[in-house]
């Protein structure tokens, strides 16, 4: 299935905010799915890219694992562990459908990545606010109250950011409508960006000044063809500098990448 969403210039830098202290500096990496049919080399050439970029952490959209069954789930996890260790960044992890699907798969998953299924962190100035929607198609009244009471708490944070995984916001965000309650939420606390996985597509859109993004896939099979339509490998590569930040999409080399 096609999607078309304000589609934003491939490779481009977006703007946004004011400048701040060089003390408040840092960059991090955006990694999108590595699985739904994980596509071979292709995790491994994003990391290389990434680490070619020295950021100051890494955290991902969701889907690092196949996933699917609670006996080989455990195993999956530990396979990738080497490469990981390899690049030594800190690595902030985002539930997917293919990490979690179950009670004993959400206790394997927050074992294997050290972290809760959703969680806040701050670093420098920002923060962050990561939320688990495994395993509905939206966020659920819970997240969403884990969501108020996050921001609340960290109001005074500039910028913020918040992933989770599945896409719900597409629909509405197409039709350029604010009137949904996340969104309404995140313009209240002066959220910057809202990242998404899933659907191994690029889509960046804006709506109030928020921009939302699906980020390309970082290994999992493309679903569609086209690089102008969204579909190819690669991160999504951040830098912030105070209240500015920069975020720029770094496509895989197409002669490797399909």
């Known amino acids: 299935m096609k999607r078309s969403i304000r589609w934003m210039l491939l490779g481009g830098v977006v703007l946004a905010g004011l400048i701040g202290g060089p003390g408040d500096d840092f960059r991090f990496c955006i990694l999108g799915d590595r699985t739904g049919d994980a596509q071979p ?7 290389r890219d990434v680490d070619s970029e020295h950021p100051d952490f890494v955290i991902n959209v969701g889907d690092t694992i196949q996933g699917g069954n609670d006996s ?39 074992t294997a990545t050290g972290r809760p299924a959703y969680y806040g962190f701050d670093y420098r100035q920002a923060h962050f606010t990561v939320l688990d929607n495994s395993q509905t198609e939206d966020l659920s009244e819970q997240q969403m109250e884990f969501l108020a009471r996050d921001l609340e708490s960290h109001k005074d944070r500039d910028p913020k950011f918040v992933l989770f995984h599945k896409p719900f916001w597409l629909v509405p965000v197409k039709f350029r409508s604010s009137q949904f ?42 679903k569609g063809v086209g690089e102008e339509q969204g579909w190819f490998y690669g991160h999504v590569f951040v830098r912030v500098s105070g ?16």
Not at 89 to 107: A, C, E, L, M, Q
Not at 201 to 221: F, H, L, N
Not at 245 to 258: F, G, I, P, Q, Y
């Open 181 to 222: 309650p996340f969104h309404q939420l995140a313009k209240k606390y002066g959220v910057r960006s809202v990242f998404s996985g899933h659907g191994h597509q690029y889509v960046r859109a804006s709506v109030d000044g928020i921009d939302y993004w699906e980020v390309c896939s970082s290994g999992g099979k493309l």
């Open 72 to 110: 080989t789930a455990e195993a999956e996890w530990r396979a990738l562990r080497p490469l990981w260790d390899r690049y030594k960044y800190p690595f902030y992890f985002t539930p997917g459908n293919h990490d979690i699907w179950s009670p004993v798969s959400r206790k394997i998953y927050e």
């Open 243 to 258: 209240s500015k930040v920069e975020m720029e999409v770094k496509k895989l080399a197409t002669d490797e990448s399909r």
């Open 41 to 47: 080399g292709i995790y491994e050439r994003v990391w």
